[in-house]
């Protein structure tokens, strides 16, 4: 059964009262000024209090739906004990949403603080994505004294010229110290290891398509055919990522300790699974009652075991301000929940690429455990793109208004200051894979077309006479998105319009300060 949004308000509510207010340290001896003042961000940092400067990991997986963890969706066939545990003990958001509702668009917004709807994502297999300087939360926080380092899947393009050369414009050239990774997903070639901005091993051999037997052709064990470099092996790539993800946080650990250095570590983890192909290693095979889909969720949930340990193994638990998400919904049909008795949406309607809620409703939950209150739960409306004025704030950066023009302040969320009647932010706008808009503004929810927008089927559907020429829903009543309202509530219809039309035109939805 899907958790209550309203029950998880009055929970919220009753949490609000007991909790405190982030306590600073306010007695610093020696005001540090920071030299390096970023080209975009005003730094108003008092200097090296730690207490101020969490660690900061990111922890992204792929194409995991909203009633996958067991903190979402108490009937899930899935195990995930580990994801679960971030839930008791930090923060459970209900109305978290990827910016986009696929791989590349959602990780632009949540890197760089932009509705991906802004610019042509369509261009990533050649270029990238993100311009040259503009600010990610990488290069905010690197700017601010972080060590910044990624590991996994970028999907948000290099400038390319073949593989047996540099690749630039990758994660190394915008805010982060350090990278190891793939291009893009493990379905989609070529596939080689990157480390820096560099293949570690170029694509030289080939690999034939692989499907699986009784699954759609983008399920199961599913891979296009291409290059592949020798030293890559699909079925490795997850466990190779926690490997390297240990790796950085021990490396960090160990430099401090030579150095005598405080430096905090900024971690974004974005692993590629349950994306396809899904590959569980036998070991995680039969772990779930949800077929191959469930045993390589349930190694996703193992793997993050390992890396939320070793935070634990190096005393950094406390003073590391974690977030796990997932990029977008999953690619699991109404004929899979049949077969299984498992809702990987948890209820929503759509899948993967959808304007529907399962598109990019996401599992969102935050660690502190120094600040963010044990088992707290929260449905305010929060977007990936909000990470990066959080993350300005809870650093003491300001943010000047060109940067993150998309990007709401929810540190007061996390703090529970902000009381749950007040949004964040004034409305939510995202582009389906289809190119369908969406806006939110409160409990209403428009859609620029009829049909899901993405991979749901129909996609597309012309109006007939007399028909609306869109969706609005009312998500307080119908969170399943089933009865349209759009011909019934003109009014609402024509103010979200308005609203979108000035979020589009504007380039921005932060207000600016003055
Ligand atoms: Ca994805």
Redo the contacts with the bound molecule.
Sequence with gaps: MLTKPNAARRLCRQQQSEHHLPHRITTLAVWLVLAAVSQVVVNTALGADSEMRPNIVIIMV??MGYGDPGCYNTDSKIPTPHIDSLARDGMRFTDAHAPGP??HM?RYGLLTGRYPFRTNVSRWSKQPLIEPGQTTIASLLQAQGYHTAMVGKWHLGFQEDGYDKPLPGGPVDRGFDRYFGIRA?TDIPPYFYIRGNQAVSPPTNRIAANNSEGWSPIQGAFWREGGIAPDLELKNVLPRFTDEAIGVIGDHVARNKTNGTDQPLMLYLAYPAP?TPWLPSPKFRGRSAASMYGDFAVMVDAMIGRVLKSIDDHDMADNTLLVFT???GPVWYESDVQRFGHDASGGLRGM?ADAWECGHRMPFLVRWPVQVKAASVTDQTICFTDLLATFASVVDAELLAGVGPDSFDISGVLWGTQPEEKPVRDALVIRSGGGMMTIRVGDWKLITGLGSGGFSQPRRIKPGPGDPPGQLYNLAVDLSETNNLYADEPAIVQKLLAQLKKVRETGRSRPTED
Excluded: E, R, W
Aim: contains cysteine.
């Design positions: 792929d194409d696929l791989c959602s997903s994306h997932s990029d977008n993967k």
